[in-house]
């Protein structure tokens, strides 16, 4: 996609990487709309941001959503760049009792949440010039990690479904590309400086470069063995990579 020029909303936009890729994305002289639930968190970044607009929603509530794409397309007709950021990554035990409604936000929240907004959004998108859908998926979509099973399973279906959208979309004007991050040192776990979480900038520095580009996903480096998962034999990779973290927990 190109990475100047455009109107893009993101959601979670407050926090983490959406804030990054925000502020990014401003910094490369785009109009930049962030989105989420927490009105003191949007003027914040707003404030910090001279330019940048926010919009208050809930990524997890149909009726918002619905709001949220009539105020995006009144007031920002040249909207051409959807970015399906936010999300929720509660542990869970999948060997217990899981909390059916923790479940059911984590849906609401990583799979449903960008396919609602998408469709509000897609025939508004389809009117521009050029545009671009980017869903921020997870490494997790390809090797779950077992401590987070449906936040895992959410972002393989998010995946699975930017695969089927990407092809219906093949032969109009909207492009759909994937963010798959690896373990970054945000709060969607807990900030912690641990090596094995790889620094903020360095990941919005790596994505930014290769959105530029025209591949379907955008991985870094660091993680394209886990992309690469083995097929038939991912099984292995998948224990191993379990029995690694085990060893050595992520800090919650």
């Not at 929603?57 to 936010?86: G, H, K, M």
């Not at 945000?186 to 930014?208: C, H, N, Q, W, Y």
């Amino acid at each position: 996609m190109k990475l100047s020029g455009n109107t893009i909303f993101i959601t979670g936009g407050t926090s983490g990487i959406g804030r990054a890729l925000a502020e990014a994305f401003h910094q490369r002289g785009n109009t930049v709309i962030v989105g989420g639930r927490r009105k003191a968190l949007l003027d914040e970044v707003a404030a910090a941001n001279p330019g940048i607009g926010a919009i208050e929603f809930d990524v997890a509530d149909p009726a918002s959503i619905e709001r949220a794409a009539a105020t995006l397309i009144e007031q920002y007709p040249a909207l051409n760049v959807l970015v399906n950021n936010a999300g929720i990554m509660p542990f869970d035990d999948a060997a217990g009792a899981i909390d059916d409604a923790v479940s059911r936000r984590i849906l609401d929240t990583n799979l449903l949440g960008p396919i609602r907004l998408t469709s509000a959004l897609i025939e508004h998108l389809k009117a521009q010039p050029e545009a671009t859908i980017i869903h921020n998926t997870s490494v997790l979509a390809y090797v779950p990690l077992a401590a987070t099973a449906v936040y895992s399973a959410s972002k393989a279906a998010l995946h699975s479904y930017a695969l089927s959208q990407r092809f219906l979309l093949r032969e109009t004007n909207v492009r759909v590309q994937e963010i798959a991050p690896p373990w970054v040192d945000t709060d969607l776990v807990r900030k912690s400086g641990d090596p094995r979480a790889m620094p903020l900038d360095a990941f919005i520095a790596e994505t930014m470069a290769k959105l530029e580009g025209d591949d379907e996903e955008v991985i870094v480096d660091a993680v394209r063995p886990m992309r690469d998962n083995p097929g038939a034999n991912e099984h292995a990779l998948v224990n191993d990579f379990n029995a690694a973290l085990a060893a050595n927990p992520i800090p919650v």
